[in-house]
């Protein structure tokens, strides 16, 4: 899944307006303006598509996390680097406050059934023996999810 996929799945599915967007990335120090939202939001054959960096996924969904859960003085924030789909996957988790219950009902909800100790390898270490890449099918899956259990009404600007 593309970064620009999953900001696109996430605004429909929170109703997040561009000014609840642009909050989320001045939560964490950062600043998005209404333009480059906007770039990042258009449809994968629009020619004014602008592919959303890593760091700024990693910044929007700790956002994200300070919008829901509040400021933690102690998290800290992976905005360089690459951004993994188990990433994206541990930072929804904690941004929505689920345990492991509610992301295989929330999986449930998208038709794909996954036991507890599935679930958990994908927020080891990347170096534990245990550890296992979330792949896009999962995420696609999670994010549908998500989507079916949360969405609730149209954006308004």
């Not at 996430?10 to 964490?28: A, C, E, G, I, Q």
């Not at 303006?33 to 910044?59: F, G, H, N, Y």
């Not at 992976?78 to 904690?94: A, E, F």
Request: proline letters at 1%; charged letters at 30%; one cysteine or more.
């Amino acid at each position: 899944m593309t970064n620009n996929d999953i900001l696109r799945r996430l605004r429909y599915t929170f109703s997040l307006n561009d000014t609840k967007m642009m909050l989320m990335f001045k939560h964490v120090g950062s600043i998005a303006t209404r333009e480059q939202i906007s770039a990042w939001l258009k449809k994968d054959d629009d020619p004014d598509l602008v592919d959303m960096t890593d760091a700024k996924l990693a910044l929007f969904l700790d956002g994200f996390i300070v919008e829901n859960r509040g400021v933690n003085e102690n998290s800290r924030t992976v905005s360089d680097g690459k951004i993994s789909n188990n990433i994206v996957l541990r930072k929804l988790k904690i941004a929505m406050k689920l345990e492991a219950e509610d992301m295989i009902g929330i999986l449930r909800l998208s038709d794909f059934t996954i036991s507890k100790h599935e679930l958990s390898a994908f927020f080891r270490r990347y170096d534990h023996k245990h550890y296992r890449r979330c792949n896009d099918q999962l995420l696609r899956r999670f994010l549908n999810g998500l989507q079916k259990k949360y969405h609730r009404g149209e954006i308004k600007d």
